[in-house]
């Protein structure tokens, strides 16, 4: 089994509102990350949990905040964020970073108004 | 030069042909390479990983590395309307814990 799941599948927020997007895997996987990916582009990384802990942040704007509660779950949490951030957004899991494989979940489709 | 180079395509091909699929990169460091397949609206899906140089087939997929030359291909045969798809070719290095991902083939399989 290589499910990841992701809730919500679709989120409208207004720029002025808070949200938190989720996301499980029970793989027993020690990597979890974040992409972005706007239309007719490849994903683009954001974050980067290995064992629960934050590895890497690629210069994410601040309205972006992750949170890894345990080695399953992996929250973003939104807030003030602006039309340009509407995007699909993405998680994945791996065994471990490096060159394990990755597997994504079915992602949020993300409008801000 | 982009670090992954993939032709956007689309790439038509009647059904029951075969599909060749190609990337190249230029980072000699690069060592794990993998295919996603990604329907319109869809998320990635992990098709198929290759590690070392040669080929490597499951069901009617086949990746294909070469590394002296910088390149990984696809071979999808007897291809089926439903791949169609964009083919994303993505590669991690060693101690690098990010996967860089090619901008993707679109593919149409033509019945």
């Known amino acids: 089994d290589t499910e990841v799941t992701q809730t919500p599948k679709h989120l409208v927020m207004g720029m002025t509102n808070k949200k938190s997007l989720k996301c499980e895997q029970h793989m027993g996987h020690r990597a979890m990350y974040w992409y972005k990916q706007k239309a007719k582009k490849p994903p683009e990384l954001m974050f980067v949990?290995?064992?629960?802990?934050?590895?890497i942040n690629e210069s994410v704007p601040s309205r972006f905040s992750p949170e890894c509660p345990n080695s399953s779950l992996l929250n973003l949490h939104l807030h003030a964020l602006q039309p340009e951030d509407s995007a699909l957004y993405l998680c994945?899991?791996?065994?471990?970073?490096?060159?394990?494989?990755?597997?994504f979940g079915p992602g949020t489709r993300l409008t801000v108004t | 030069q982009k670090e992954v180079e993939q032709n956007s395509g689309p790439l038509s091909v009647p059904e029951g042909a075969i599909a060749s699929l190609n990337c190249t990169y230029s980072d000699r460091g690069s060592q794990s390479f993998f295919w996603y397949r990604q329907y319109s609206g869809k998320s990635p899906e992990l098709i198929m990983s290759?590690?070392?140089?040669g080929d490597k087939e499951d069901g009617r997929f086949t990746a294909q590395l070469n590394k002296a030359s910088q390149y990984v291909s696809l071979l999808i045969r007897d291809s089926q309307p439903s791949d169609s798809a964009t083919y994303l070719c993505a590669m991690t290095r060693l101690g690098n814990e990010k996967l860089t991902f090619g901008t993707g083939t679109r593919l149409t399989i033509i019945p």
């Open positions: 994945a899991s791996s065994l471990l970073v490096g060159s394990y494989e990755q597997y």
């Open positions: 949990y290995s064992y629960e802990k934050l590895s």
């Open positions: 290759i590690y070392s140089n």
